[in-house]
């Protein structure tokens, strides 16, 4: 019998499996694998060939960017589920999974067993993957298939409810792919999920990928409160949200310093093909405390973009708005 690992617990099992990819790794090998992978990374197009070509690539990327695009993801996912309630995925396909950060984003949003299939054309990826959720109970059983991204690619379905999650990988493909992934997984999911950097680019793909799904008659669920077109000028601002990140000591080698955390910045959208429950409104900026007053950069239904300002004579809500968080929805649900 091996003990559940609940979904608070899931992100401290994954930090232990990470910090253990590491062990016996003299840590100037580790940082040296990471400053190698970030130069691949830079001025980089979308090419033939894998970034992620074997294991110390794989180790590098799990250990300096996994945790950062978990957390990425499961704030994405924690958004989307209040979007949601009472929805719980029957299965997930994570396409361009890597090394699974979406696979432990699920289990730390959603309780239980389901069937997962993480696809990838970078084999090292998959296979450290797989070490790596051998950690997990609930994540011993994915499958993890070599798979590449392009006009073939068939995630099957529809499945009546198949959850579908395309993470940080928009970012690495050609224009005919990113259509090609997008329409695959609205074809197989009855939800979609995809995240990319916080960046203006990121957010461009993010809006061109949630435009296609609206196209093959999805709804926005999260984190726009309505599936119409986004209120953001292009060029002139970029929706994202932040996620608070603990910093390893891999980290703190590769970077300097001594912060003990960092902010990852990413945009989403999460769809489906069901009416969803979005938020009233959501905050898309970090709130600005002033002395008796809260100041919140709200996106709204109609669909607009207001600063609300919540002042000590709004008694509760100006309470809710001093521990509201850039990317809540607004206002906060009460428990009636
Ligand atoms: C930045 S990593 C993101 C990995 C993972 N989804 C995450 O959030 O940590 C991008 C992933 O996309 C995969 N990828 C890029 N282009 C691909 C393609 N054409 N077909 C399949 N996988 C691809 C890469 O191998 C890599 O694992």
């Known amino acids: 019998m091996t003990t559940p690992v609940s979904p608070a617990q899931t992100a401290e099992t994954l930090r232990d499996a990470l910090a253990g990819l590491l062990d016996g790794l003299p840590p ?3 940082a040296q694998a990471v400053e190698r992978l970030i130069a691949n990374y830079r001025g980089r197009t979308p090419t033939d060939a894998p970034v992620l070509r074997d294991r110390s690539d794989v180790v590098a990327y799990a250990a300096y960017r996994m945790p950062a695009t978990f957390e990425a993801v499961r704030s994405a996912l924690a958004a989307f589920a209040d979007a949601v309630p009472g929805w719980v995925p029957g299965s997930h396909v994570d396409v361009g999974g890597g090394t699974g950060a979406a696979t432990w984003a699920v289990g730390a949003t959603w309780a239980g ?24 109970p609930d994540l011993r059983a994915v499958e993890w298939k070599r798979a590449r991204i392009g006009a073939a690619l068939d995630l099957g379905g529809p499945d009546t409810d198949t959850l579908v999650t395309v993470s940080y990988v928009l970012n690495e493909l050609t224009d005919a792919d990113r259509a090609s992934v997008v329409d695959a997984a609205a074809a197989a999911g009855r939800a979609v999920v995809i995240v990319e950097p916080g960046t203006p680019d ?3 793909r993010v809006i061109e990928a949630r435009d296609r799904l609206i196209g093959a008659g999805f709804h926005v669920a999260a984190p726009c409160p309505h599936s119409a077109t986004c209120p953001i000028v292009p060029g002139e601002d970029w929706c994202h949200f932040s996620a608070r990140v603990s910093r390893s000591s891999l980290h703190r080698q590769v970077k300097g310093g001594s912060l003990a955390y960092e902010d990852e910045k990413f945009a989403y959208v999460a769809a489906t093909r069901f009416p969803p429950a979005p938020a009233a409104s959501r905050i898309v900026r970090r709130p600005q405390i002033r002395k008796g007053q809260v100041l919140l950069d709200l996106c709204e239904t109609e669909p607009s973009l207001r600063r609300a300002t919540v002042t000590k004579r709004h008694g509760p809500l100006y309470r809710a708005a001093r521990d509201a968080d850039w990317g809540d929805a607004w206002p906060p649900a009460t428990d009636e």
Do not use: S
């Open 28 to 30: 100037k090998a580790a």
């Open 202 to 204: 990121g957010y461009a």
């Open 113 to 136: 067993r389901r069937p997962v299939t993480v696809l990838d054309w970078a084999e090292p990826a998959l296979a450290l993957g797989r070490e790596i959720a051998a950690a997990h």
